[in-house]
T-cell receptor, first 114, second 114 residues
Framework: DAGITQSPRHKVTETGTPVTLRCHQTENHRYMYWYRQDPGHGLRLIHYSYGVKDTDKGEVSDGYSVSRSKTEDFLLTLESATSSQTSVYFC?????????????FGPGTRLTVL | GENVEQHPSTLSVQEGDSAVIKCTYSDSASNYFPWYKQELGKRPQLIIDIRSNVGEKKDQRIAVTLNKTAKHFSLHITETQPEDSAVYFCAASIKAGGYNKLIFGAGTRLAVHP
């Protein structure tokens, strides 16, 4: 697997609390992505980054923010967690080896909001 | 917005049979079509991809075909084995704001019975 780690791997939190998920890569890839995976919906893009401090919204960005202060780290924050944000969150990276399309996924974070 | 439809949602085959999963996409500018395999509790793994300048690509027992006119592409797995059992996702690239993103289908759960 590409050098991608996510932390924490599991988290249980309560409605209304802020939550930050971290994605860390050692591949020096330019692009990083946050997806959520829910039954029947596949993988849906929350936010993505095309460089340090350069981010943009995906298709399900409401209630989420991101930051990328270093090439290797991409943080996803749930400003005030809701039960509808219970999901599995995957980070992905791409951009090395001449292809800007191939994406490689991290191990995922299972988040439960009570 | 752009979308990718994937069929069937579940597929059950006997070991040794072939399996076919089909996807259609809406953005005529899409030029990259990857397929991912996700085993239970694991991350999605890229298994094969195809670009719009070719119509077919093979890798051992798996192949992907692309029909750009009809805007659909398919995954073919021959001589299926129990270890092929997983959820398979198709995706299509879209360009938004000058950057490539992927739109995923909802997934197909493949069960291969010995």
């Amino acid at each position: 697997d590409a050098g991608i780690t996510q932390s924490p791997r599991h988290k249980v939190t309560e409605t209304g609390t802020p939550v930050t998920l971290r994605c860390h890569q050692t591949e020096n890839h330019r692009y990083m992505y946050w997806y959520r995976q829910d039954p029947g919906h596949g993988l849906r893009l929350i936010h993505y980054s095309y460089g340090v401090k350069d981010t943009d919204k995906g298709e399900v960005s409401d209630g989420y923010s991101v930051s990328r202060s270093k090439t290797e780290d991409f943080l996803l924050t749930l400003e005030s967690a809701t039960s509808s944000q219970t999901s599995v969150y995957f980070c992905a990276i791409s951009g090395q080896g001449g292809s800007y399309n191939e994406q490689f996924f991290g191990p995922g974070t299972r988040l439960t909001v009570l | 917005g752009e979308n990718v439809e994937q069929h069937p949602s579940t597929l059950s085959v006997q070991e040794g049979d072939s399996a076919v999963i089909k996807c259609t996409y809406s953005d005529s500018a899409s030029n990259y079509f990857p397929w991912y395999k996700q085993e239970l509790g694991k991350r999605p793994q890229l298994i094969i991809d195809i670009r719009s300048n070719v119509g077919e690509k093979k890798d051992q027992r798996i192949a992907v075909t692309l029909n750009k006119t009809a805007k659909h592409f398919s995954l073919h797995i021959t001589e299926t084995q129990p270890e092929d059992s997983a959820v398979y996702f198709c995706a299509a690239s879209i360009k938004a704001g000058g950057y490539n993103k992927l739109i995923f289908g909802a997934g197909t759960r493949l069960a291969v019975h010995p």
